[in-house]
């Protein structure tokens, strides 16, 4: 499976993110990629410091995509990059590292509560291939 995803050209074969994906792991929005083989995912040369968080439905209430539209831009200074499904199920948020991450689990997991449906940090684990693997890259930790 593909996906398109808006982006900046910015050397040979190097792109900045302008959104982050929906299906795509281990990437954000502002990130600086290299795309070396169309049939295996992108090599991330620069992290943009944002979050990627994606989620996954059957169907998501309007005034939900709403809410979490609103208080990810008033609260985080983030983003909603995509909506896709019929019902507004599959979701692509962007939300600055530079936030608390235990506020932004907080919001994510009130958002849980409320509606029932999962969701995922796209671009934050080692080995995001393999979903049994919850080693950190911990790029967004300041040293």
Not at 80 to 88: A, S
């Amino acid at each position: 499976m593909y996906e398109e995803l808006p982006a900046i050209p910015v050397v040979d074969g190097c792109y900045e993110l302008l959104s982050s994906p929906g299906l795509a792991l281990n990437m954000a929005k502002a990130d600086l990629i290299r795309i070396e083989k169309i049939d295996q995912p992108a090599v991330v040369l620069r992290r943009g410091g944002n979050f990627c968080i994606q989620i996954y439905a059957d169907e998501i209430a309007d005034e939900e995509i709403e809410r979490l539209d609103r208080t990810v831009l008033s609260e985080f200074g983030g983003s909603l990059d995509g909506v896709n499904g019929v019902n507004g199920g599959n979701l692509a948020l962007s939300v600055p590292s530079s936030n608390d991450i235990q506020a932004i689990n907080s919001f994510f997991d009130g958002f849980k509560s409320r509606v029932g449906v999962e969701w995922y940090y796209a671009n934050v684990y080692k080995n995001f291939e393999d979903p049994a693997d919850e080693t950190l890259l911990d790029w967004w930790v300041k040293h």
